[in-house]
């Protein structure tokens, strides 16, 4: 049983290994590392909520939204330009 185990390994000191971008890196490989830094049990290791939402992860794919659906026009190129030009003035120190 799950619980046994872990009381046993507790007892013998046998660190948890995170398992966490074996498991869903294979399901996709952009989420795992964003779910494994949002998961560090470690508040100060753990991912800012600012940062998560600039992940790659959010980033790339279609569109969110039918054409018909948006407000305004949404080309993927622009915005991710747009993101990438943000990532390298963030790198640099330089404000826009």
């Known amino acids: 049983d799950a619980a046994a185990a872990a009381a046993e390994r507790k ?5 948890c290994v995170r398992q966490v971008r074996e498991k869903y890196g294979p399901a996709d490989p952009l989420a795992a590392p964003l779910l494994d830094a949002m998961l560090a049990l470690n508040p100060d290791n753990r991912l800012a909520a600012g940062a998560a939402l600039d992940d790659d992860y959010f980033w790339n794919g279609p569109s969110p939204l039918p054409e018909a659906s948006r407000a305004l026009e949404w080309d993927p190129d622009v915005v991710r330009s747009a993101h990438d030009d943000h990532q390298r003035r ?3 120190n330089h404000p826009p």
């Open 11 to 15: 007892k013998r000191k046998v660190p």
């Open 90 to 92: 963030l790198r640099s």
